[in-house]
């Protein structure tokens, strides 16, 4: 069983910066995409970055492109999401999730972790 635990995330004032840090344990995943999505309150889960199984191909949602990069680390089997820029809009739980078909597409990520806040204040 693949367990997933975000942390990182908090409270922090806009144009400021956050890193976020996913780790895994139960099983290595580097051979799997990884990903982070974002919930607001009352929003759909939201794509915000995604990263090969080798690391050498990254993707980004169009509302974070230029200011997150997504990154992992195979030896400690952990991925990370460095936040720049933070506004407002960026208020969110984000989750880390592992091993999907369409990157892209939240159904399809197998693993979860169960989210860490982010408060972005204006």
């Known amino acids: 069983q693949v367990q997933l635990v975000e942390s990182g995330g908090g409270l922090v004032q806009a144009g400021g910066s956050l890193r976020l840090s996913c780790a895994a344990s139960g099983r290595t995943l580097s051979s799997s995409v990884m990903g982070w999505f974002r919930q607001a309150p009352g929003k759909e889960r939201e794509f915000v970055a995604a990263?090969?199984?080798?690391?050498?191909?990254?993707f980004y949602g169009d509302s974070v492109k230029g200011r997150f990069t997504i990154s992992r680390d195979a030896a400690e089997n952990t991925v990370f999401l460095q936040m720049n820029s933070l506004k407002f809009e960026d208020t969110a739980v984000y989750y880390c999730?592992?091993?999907?078909?369409?990157?892209?597409?939240?159904?399809?990520?197998?693993?979860w972790g169960q989210g860490t806040q982010v408060t972005v204040s204006s």
């Open positions: 990263i090969s199984a080798s690391g050498r191909s990254t």
């Open positions: 999730a592992a091993d999907a078909a369409n990157l892209y597409n939240h159904y399809t990520y197998k693993y």
